[in-house]
């Protein structure tokens, strides 16, 4: 099993900065990096949506577009964690964060979850 724990969410003025991380733990752990990673959000009533995820080479990158040129995602293998950068924050981004870990190399979605974390709060004052 695989454990993912997010941190960083909190309460942020508009065109503010945050900076939201996810560790992987457990007996394997190490899986993670050979895997695509990344994050979605949900607010209440909606769905789950996508936000961004990385390739397990760290060198494919995909954005929802709503978040695209304002969030960057990282990850750090060694470490077995995936980071989440974001500026220029609008209320619209105001979610609980999750992130997430997929059975694909490359691609993340829904689908290719394996892994959740159990989320971060991420509030955006206007």
């Known amino acids: 099993q695989v454990q993912l724990v997010e941190s960083g969410g909190r309460l942020v003025e508009a065109g503010g900065s945050l900076r939201l991380s996810c560790a992987a733990s457990?007996?394997?752990?190490?899986?993670?990096?050979?895997?695509?990673m990344g994050w979605f959000r949900q607010t209440p009533g909606k769905e789950r949506e996508f936000v961004a995820s990385?390739?397990?080479?760290?060198?494919?990158?995909r954005y929802a577009d709503s978040v695209k040129g304002r969030f960057a995602i990282s990850r750090d293998n060694a470490a077995n964690t995936v980071f989440l950068q974001m500026n220029n924050l609008e209320p619209e981004d105001t979610a609980v964060y999750y992130c997430?870990?997929?059975?694909?190399?490359?691609?993340?979605?829904?689908?290719?979850?394996?892994?959740w974390g159990q989320g971060t709060q991420v509030t955006v004052s206007s």
């Open positions: 997430a870990a997929s059975r694909h190399p490359a691609a993340l979605s829904k689908e290719t979850v394996t892994s």
């Open positions: 457990g007996r394997f752990a190490r899986t993670v990096s050979n895997n695509a």
């Open positions: 990385i390739g397990w080479k760290g060198n494919i990158m």
